[in-house]
């Protein structure tokens, strides 16, 4: 139930390193959210155009976390540190061109294997 998509300026990123950030945020959603793997999915979107301070040529990333329940203060706050750390790391993105949106659904708002997760 948890999703991150992470749309990044940058052109190409290699196989590996799309593996090595899905596993990262999944294990970084998973223990901050106390959600299962088996229900994350993670979303990687390179090479897309992203203006941020009208400059589009410095490489910049806008993530988006939804997640089924509430997501309180503290949590954005942990996950917004930790997701910034993973991809300066990673994609070598500076935390200051990078934005975070948070999301928090009810039950009824999200549908998996054919019905929602309020049942």
Not at 30 to 42: C, V
Not at 84 to 112: C, D
Request: hydrophobic share 40%.
């Amino acid at each position: 139930m948890p999703l991150l998509i992470i749309h990044c300026s940058k052109k190409a990123i290699s196989s590996d390193l799309v593996s090595q950030i899905e596993n990262e945020s999944s294990r970084i959603l998973s223990e901050t959210l106390k959600k299962s793997t088996d229900y994350i999915m993670i979303k990687i979107a390179a090479g897309e155009n992203i203006a941020f301070a009208q400059d589009s040529l410095t490489p910049a990333i806008y993530m988006e976390v939804k997640n089924v329940g509430e997501i309180k203060p503290a949590t954005s706050r942990d996950l917004a540190k930790k997701l910034t750390a993973l991809t300066h790391k990673t994609l070598e993105v500076s935390p200051e061109r990078t934005y975070i949106e948070f999301q928090q659904s009810e039950r009824h708002l999200w549908g998996w294997a054919g019905t929602t997760f309020a049942g």
